[in-house]
């Protein structure tokens, strides 16, 4: 199993930009790939972006051109570039971590993210 620790969220006004940092730790041998969903108030939580071991990555619609993810083998740590916000990225932000041979995904406590007008 792992441990996901999220860092890096707040309050920026649209326009701005945010980081978030989400550090693993135990089995990160096992990891196949990483991410991050989110969940805006009142809604179901949306899976945002997605790298794999092999640093293919994926993006939702309404964040591609303006989220970057990638991940630092060497500092293990996963980021979460996050640019040009606007209020529909507000919400709380969750990492999570896929292993191999193991069914569903950890899940870190989540960070919130509140982007003002």
């Known amino acids: 199993q792992v441990q996901l620790v999220e860092s890096g969220g707040g309050l920026v006004q649209a326009g701005g930009s945010l980081r978030l940092s989400c550090t693993p730790s135990?089995?990160?041998?096992?990891?196949?790939?990483m991410g991050w969903y989110r969940q805006p108030p009142g809604k179901q939580r949306e899976l945002v972006a997605i790298i794999t071991s092999g640093g293919t990555t994926n993006y939702v619609g309404s964040v591609k051109g303006r989220f970057t993810i990638s991940r630092d083998m060497a500092k293990n740590v996963m980021l979460l570039q996050m640019s040009s916000l606007n209020v529909e990225d507000t919400g709380v932000y969750y990492c999570?971590?896929?292993?191999?041979?193991?069914?569903?995904?950890?899940w870190g406590q989540g960070t919130q993210v509140t982007v003002s007008s």
């Open positions: 999570f971590a896929d292993l191999v041979g193991q069914p569903g995904y950890y």
């Open positions: 135990g089995n990160i041998r096992s990891i196949r790939a």
